[in-house]
């Protein structure tokens, strides 16, 4: 019993792990920074999280669901393209 509980415990906290992507580095620009920039350029509803080195996220631009990267540092968008909903 105990041991098909350490078991499960360990499956949640593995599973938390991976859903909530990577750290931010320490001299990334700040989410809130980073959303504050998209906006600025006329994204809203933005959603984002640090992901294999860049921040990455989705947004809607001109009534459009956009998938983006965006530099960690400088939070300009290096890639952009149409959600395509996954």
């Known amino acids: 019993m105990m041991r098909t509980i350490l078991l499960a415990s360990v499956l949640v906290a593995a599973s938390a792990t991976f859903a909530f992507g990577d750290t931010p580095g320490p001299d ?3 989410k809130e920074a980073l959303i504050k920039k ?3 350029q006329g994204y809203s509803a933005i959603k984002a999280e640090a992901d294999d ?4 996220g989705k947004a809607v631009k001109d009534g459009k669901i956009i ?3 965006a530099d960690p540092k400088t939070g300009e968008i290096t890639k952009s393209e149409p959600d395509d909903g996954d």
């Open 38 to 40: 998209l906006e600025g």
């Open 28 to 30: 990334w620009i700040s």
């Open 67 to 69: 998938e983006f990267n």
């Open 53 to 56: 080195g860049y921040w990455e």
